[in-house]
């Protein structure tokens, strides 16, 4: 990679769009940069600090807090947000899931959740409960109690593996 | 303002060479935390985590190499788990999985809290630093290199290139305390490891002084009346360690916990580690 990157114009690769970052200031984080200067809402911000995991984003195929990478860094990776999960009208297995367990009740952790147990179930289809309240650790939900994400992410997985065989 | 993105360790030595007010970006998690709550003034910022050889890690012989961009995540599953236990154990206390897919060991160094959670392990293992810069190496071992409360013995132009892990043969723990079982920064923390061979026990102690710090006297206390045959300690000895690894800490009270409850768990935490490893002579 050049080492010399002009910092005030950068490209970012989101949801297989490229998007030119103009006139930034150096400090804004990729969640910002998504929200306010791109348009995709679908990336929650509750904290800026790491703790509640509603921004939770792909990048490079490693999910991280996209609140915690700083833009101009995310330049050359491939970031998907939760506005990639469904395709056009048609939800993921895991929104499914969601909607017919009541996971779901003001919505606000719901797209930090989906992108983290979407990557979560395609490294571990079928995992133990305990491994699936490890997953979801990061990801606050202030209404639900956990149960029913929980569910849901059971039922995907045996969903999937019927599927499978 | 500018942002760059170090190709190699020679273009980080160069680029801080040039201008050493620069700061160095490896995971972020501490970093952009300070920026998004503006309590860090950032001018110039050099992106390290892209540095192939930063994210190596390398066995040989009786220790192993860990690069400073090395993450949690690699640290607590695979081969580095099995090589140093310990390590892997803290790792996996650590924030949540986004959190440790981007957290780095040598971010954690560099930040130097007292609640590090490397870093008792590492004071533990007695592992070494390397530092860079354009001027040469240094090594450090990791109380030279915490100097204080988040503050560090590093030069402006200098990096943490990698850490030097002893890897020895003996069981190994680390033990946290917090409100729960995930996202918690430490309100204490211990590490115990052992070596079989040379009949060595190291303790270091986290979140109870300005830096983690190692618990000599009980180490040596307890080292002379371990049976490293049988791997058993008499039962009349662990409370009288338990004292030593509670004097050994010089808690303060803050938001997170009182000095009182920080030294009584710190010597739970010492005789639960003790009594993990050794069983109880009878
Ligand atoms: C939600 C959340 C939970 C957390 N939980 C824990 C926890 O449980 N335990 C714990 O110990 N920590 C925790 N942390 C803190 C943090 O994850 C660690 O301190 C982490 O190791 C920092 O590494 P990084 O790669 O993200 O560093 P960055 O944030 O990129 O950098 C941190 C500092 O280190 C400097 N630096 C980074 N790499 C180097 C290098 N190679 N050489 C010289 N300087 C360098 C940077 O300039 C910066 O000053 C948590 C953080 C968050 C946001
Ligand atoms: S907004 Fe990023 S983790 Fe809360
Ligand atoms: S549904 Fe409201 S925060 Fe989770």
Known sequence: MDIAQEFNQYELTVNDSRYVISGSWLGESLLYVLRERLGLYGSKNACEQGECGSCSVMMDDVLVCSCLVLAANAEGREIKTIESVADGNELSDVQEAFIDT???????????????????????????????????????????????????VQLVSIRRSRRDT | MDFLIASSTEDLCELLAEDSTRQLLAGGTDFMVEVNFRHRDISGVIAIDRIEELKQWRHDGDSVLIGSC????????????????????????????????????????????????????????????????????????VDELITGVKTNSLHE???????????????QEFLKVGPRNAMV?????????????????????????????????????????????????????????????????NPIDDHRSSSAYRTHTIGVLGRRALLRIFRLEN
Request: one cysteine or more.
């Open chain 2, 157 to 171: 132009d200098e990096f943490i290139e990698s850490v030097r892990v002893p890897v020895l043969r003996g069981p």
């Open chain 2, 70 to 141: 090395v993450t949690y995540r690699e640290i607590e599953r695979g081969p580095l788990s099995t090589l140093i236990p310990a390590l892997a154990q803290s790792a996996r206390t650590i924030g949540s999985p986004q959190i440790r897919n981007a957290g780095t060991i040598g971010g954690n160094l560099a930040t130097a809290s007292p609640a590090g959670d490397m870093i008792p392990v590492l004071l533990a293992l007695g592992a070494l630093v390397n530092i860079r810069s354009k001027s040469g190496v240094r090594q450090l071992q």
């Open chain 2, 185 to 249: 920064i430490s309100v204490t923390s211990l590490a115990m490891v052992t070596d079989i061979d040379r009949e060595y026990i190291g303790i270091a102690l986290g979140s109870v002084s300005a830096s983690p710090c190692r618990s000599s006297e009980a180490e040596h206390f307890i080292s002379e009346n371990i049976d490293w045959n049988n791997m058993t300690v008499p039962s009349g000895v662990i409370e009288n360690f338990e004292r030593l690894v509670r004097e050994s800490a």
């Open chain 1, 102 to 152: 009541g996971a779901i009740q003001c919505g606000f952790c719901t797209p930090g959740l989906l992108v983290t147990i979407h990557d979560f179930l395609d490294s571990n289809p079928e995992p133990e409960e305990s491994e699936i309240k490890e997953a979801i650790s990061g990801n606050l939900c202030r209404c639900t109690g956990y149960g029913r994400i929980v569910e849901a």
